[in-house]
């Protein structure tokens, strides 16, 4: 019987190193085998890790590619097509905010004398972006291509600019609006101080250098009492951030100008109506309201005093908007300029002229004004817009209201007054 200690030692010399050695042996290539596996699982996981990431990058490329409102051959077809001039001497014009209302009517009047027009509108949701869309099917039929994008895109500009050398830029874009700024002040700065430096970098570096006409404000006025409002009044004291923003306009462009040599000018806008007009105005909301049987809201200034607003027809701003283009060209002038109507009308009056074309009384809660950065009245003077391209403004507001009830009860199916569909 062995003992023990040939149990634990066997008695065969050597025996036990060579079968400790051969476990050994055997244990390290166990060993070495499953790390050289799991090193290759950890290559297999890495390519496939990599493969992945690299194709995930290629597909939110090309969803970022197929589903961007701009680029592409096909769209720098619509854009070089949008823009070619039909007439002698015409221009080619980049309209911002085109799907705006006086955008719209400005391109539509620019492309019907046959200057080139490309539109740009960001269809944000300030009031309802169905009227917008509406509008741009109008100028779709009319040959304007109008461009979904926002003008802070400064790569989308410099495609644009890239692709057509324009002539003229007319910038409407904006943010628009005296009460909501209370509600949404960022909105303001970004579109109406940011998006106006981002054009105007995009311009001074086009070449040829465009001619600018943009959409300054009556509201720059703010508690200005000198009455009629000229250009030659102090515009330092604004009673709203939308006019604060118009107004820091107003000084950058100057820079502009100044430094880069940019031909440019401002238009202060006085109380713009007609058809396809903005629905947060009062004519329009009165109007809805009115025939909805609603009550609608009458302001009155202190002491009881109707406010006043030199109301202004479209087609009238769309005159002086051409005759600024067409004066804006030669040795970079930088201009400021009144487009009004020259005859406030208080608001009961706007009222009654809309209640005998609606032929519905109205009915009113007359409360005093807030302090919501309104102004009390609004008159301008336009004698230095029709000393230099002839300005003349030619509709009365119950004329012009007339226009836009009919439009109105067009476009949103009444008849007689009662909604059709």
């Not at 409407?172 to 054009?199: C, D, E, F």
């Not at 250098?209 to 000229?230: D, H, M, T």
């Not at 100044?258 to 903005?278: A, C, E, K, N, Q």
């Not at 609603?294 to 030199?310: C, E, F, Q, S, W």
């Amino acid at each position: 019987m062995p003992s023990l200690e040939e149990e634990l030692f066997p008695s065969t010399p050597g025996k036990f190193k060579i079968e400790r050695s051969n476990t050994m042996n055997r244990q390290f290539h166990r060993c070495f085998t499953s790390t050289s596996t799991m090193f290759l699982w950890a290559l297999f996981l890495v390519a496939l890790t990599a493969s992945y990431l690299s194709f995930q990058s290629f597909v939110d490329s090309g969803s970022r590619y197929f589903s961007a409102s701009w680029g592409g051959i096909q769209w720098e077809k619509h854009v070089r097509s949008s823009a070619q001039i039909h007439r002698s001497g015409g221009m080619s014009v980049l309209v911002t905010g085109a799907a705006g209302f006086v955008g719209t009517h400005v391109s539509l009047a620019l492309k019907k004398r046959g200057d080139g027009v490309v539109g740009l509108d960001n269809f944000n949701n300030y009031y309802d972006p169905s009227l917008k869309k509406a509008r741009k099917a109008l100028l779709n039929n009319h040959g304007v291509f109008v461009i979904e994008g926002d003008i802070n895109d400064a790569k989308l500009l410099a495609k644009l600019f890239d692709a057509v050398a324009f002539t003229h830029v007319m910038h409407l874009a904006a943010q628009a609006g005296v009460r909501y700024a209370m509600q949404n002040p960022h909105s303001y700065v970004h579109s109406n101080i940011a998006g106006l430096v981002t054009l105007l970098e995009a311009c001074k570096s086009a070449n040829p250098q465009p001619s600018i006409v943009w959409a300054s404000s009556s509201s720059v006025y703010g508690l200005n009492e000198n009455v009629p409002f000229s250009e030659a009044d102090r515009t330092d004291q604004p009673a709203s951030l939308y006019a604060a923003t118009k107004k820091a306009g107003e000084e950058i462009a100057h820079t502009y100008n100044h430094i880069y040599g940019l031909s440019i000018t401002g238009l202060r806008f006085f109380t713009v109506y007609g058809p396809w007009g903005r629905p947060d105005m009062a004519y329009f909301s009165f109007t809805r309201n009115i025939l909805q049987g609603k009550p609608i809201t009458v302001y009155r200034g202190k002491n009881h005093v109707d406010l006043a607003r030199d109301f202004t027809y479209i087609d009238d701003i769309v005159k002086g908007c051409l005759g600024s283009l067409d004066t804006s060209a030669g040795p970079a002038p930088y201009r400021i300029f009144n487009l009004g109507n020259t005859s406030p009308v208080t608001v009961p009056k706007l009222v009654n002229i809309l209640e005998r074309h609606l032929k519905v009384k109205a009915k009113k809660n007359v409360i005093e004004m807030p302090g919501n950065g309104d102004v009390p009245f609004t008159h301008a003077n336009i004698s230095s817009a029709q000393k230099e391209f002839g300005y003349r403004p030619t509709t009365d507001l119950q004329t012009g209201l007339k226009k836009f009830v009919r439009w109105y009860l067009s476009y949103y199916g009444y008849n007689r007054g009662k909604r059709v569909n």
